[in-house]
C-alpha cells in the first residue's frame, strides 16, 4: 500500500511539476521574444490556463492508456496508437484554447482560425504531447523492469527456501528410507514413490527459470510431495481434494501451494500424535481464483512470526511474491478454525 502510495506522489509531483515548468517556461519565452522585455497579464493567465488544460488532457490521456493496457503491448502496436492519441489531443487543446482566449480579449478570428495557424498549432502541440507520452512509457518501462528484477529476487529467494526444505539431507534420507522399505514390500508403490522424488527434484531445480507456472502443473506437485509424505506418516496423514475445474486458467507462483502444505504438515500434522488431515480447496469467482488449505494444528502468533504449531516456513516470501507479482489484486491470510484446524488463503487475480 505505501509502495502505491509513493508511486501516485511520484506521478502527480512530476506531472503539476512537469507542466508548471512548461508554462514558466513559456511566460519566460514570451518575456525575452517581446520588444519591450514585457509581457502582459493576460498573456501570462493564458499560458497558466493552457498547461493545466494540458495537464487535465494527458491525465485523461494516461486514462486511456491503463484502461486499454497498451503498457502490455509490444512496440509495433503502441506506436501507432500513441501517434493517432497525441494528435486527438493537440485537435482538442487547440479548440479547448479558444474560449480561454476569447475570455481574455486575446482571440484573434483572422489569425487564429486560419488553417496555416490551426495546422502549426496540431503539430506543435501532437510534438509536446509525444514527449510527454515519451517520458511516461519510458517511466513505466523502467518500474516494470525494476520489479521483475525485485520478482526474480524474490523467486531465487523462495527456491533457496525450498531447496533448503525439500532437498536437504533429512528430506531425502526419510524419502529414501520410506522407498527402500517399500521395495521388498510393495516394488510398484516403490517405484511410484521413486518417479514421485523425482518430480519433486526436477521442478526445484528448474524453479528458477520460470516466473509463473500453471496451476495444473503445481497441483502436480503438491500431490507428488503428499505422496511421499504419506509413505512416512501412514494412516497418520490423510489429503483431500475439492478443486474447481476453472482453476486450470490459472498462473501461480510456482512451489507457493506446496511450500504452504509442506508448513501444515511440517508444523502441524507432524506435531500431532494421532496425526491430521489436509484439504486442498479452490474455488473461482469474480475472475479471482480462491485457495483454501486446511490442516491439523492450530496457528500461533508469536511476535513478529506466524507460526502453525511452532514454526511458519515461506509465510514471508509468500506475502513478497504476491505483492510483487499481483499488487493490491492478491491476498493472503492464515488462522485457526474451531481451534483443530488451521486455514491458509491465498486469493490471486486471472492474469490474462
Not at 502490455?72 to 501517434?83: A, D, E, K, M, W
Not at 489429503?239 to 482453476?247: A, L, Y
Request: charged share 20%; glycine share 6%; with cysteine.
Amino acid at each position: 500500500m505505501n509502495e502505491l502510495l509513493n508511486k501516485r506522489r511520484l506521478y502527480w509531483t512530476l506531472q503539476i511539476g512537469g507542466w508548471m515548468l512548461y508554462a514558466i517556461f513559456q511566460i519566460v519565452f514570451s518575456v525575452l521574444a517581446s520588444t519591450t522585455q514585457t509581457i502582459r497579464p493576460q498573456r501570462v493567465v493564458f499560458l497558466l490556463f493552457e498547461a493545466l488544460l494540458c495537464l487535465l488532457i494527458t491525465q485523461g490521456f494516461r486514462y486511456v492508456i491503463m484502461e486499454w493496457k497498451w503498457m502490455s503491448l509490444n512496440l509495433v502496436r503502441i506506436v501507432p496508437r500513441v501517434v493517432f492519441g497525441v494528435f486527438l489531443l493537440a485537435i482538442v487543446l487547440i479548440f479547448l484554447r479558444m474560449p480561454v482566449s476569447i475570455a481574455l480579449g486575446r482571440f484573434n478570428p483572422g489569425v487564429d482560425l486560419l488553417p496555416e495557424t490551426i495546422i502549426s498549432g496540431v503539430i506543435t502541440y501532437s510534438l509536446i504531447f509525444f514527449l510527454w507520452s515519451v517520458m511516461y512509457f519510458v517511466y513505466n518501462y523502467f518500474e516494470s523492469y525494476n520489479k521483475s528484477l525485485k520478482l526474480e529476487a524474490s523467486i531465487k529467494e523462495i527456491e533457496l527456501s525450498n531447496l533448503k526444505s525439500q532437498l536437504n539431507p533429512h528430506f531425502i534420507f526419510n524419502a529414501l528410507n520410506s522407498i527402500r522399505a517399500l521395495v521388498d514390500e510393495n516394488p510398484p508403490k516403490s517405484k511410484q514413490a521413486i518417479n514421485q522424488l523425482s518430480n519433486i527434484l526436477r521442478n526445484s531445480l528448474v524453479t528458477e527459470k520460470r516466473g509463473l507456472t500453471s496451476f495444473d502443473d503445481e497441483l502436480k506437485v503438491v500431490k507428488d510431495y503428499l505422496g511421499l509424505e504419506s509413505i512416512r506418516f501412514e494412516e497418520r496423514l490423510q489429503t483431500e481434494f475439492d478443486i474447481d475445474p476453472e482453476s486450470s486458467s490459472f498462473l501461480v507462483p510456482p512451489l507457493m501451494i506446496q511450500t504452504l502444505i509442506e508448513n501444515g504438515i511440517k508444523h502441524g500434522i507432524s506435531k500431532l500424535t494421532e496425526g491430521g488431515i489436509i484439504q486442498l480447496k479452490t474455488k473461482v469467482t469474480d475472475d479471482h481464483l480462491k485457495i483454501h488449505i486446511r490442516n491439523s494444528g492450530k496457528f500461533i502468533f508469536n511476535g513478529n512470526r506466524s507460526k502453525t504449531g511452532g514454526g511458519g516456513l515461506g509465510l514471508e516470501n509468500t506475502r513478497q511474491r504476491l505483492r510483487l507479482i499481483y499488487g493490491d489484486e492478491a491476498s493472503f491470510r492464515i488462522l485457526t478454525e474451531n481451534d483443530n484446524f488451521v486455514l491458509t488463503e491465498v486469493i490471486i487475480p486471472h492474469l490474462y
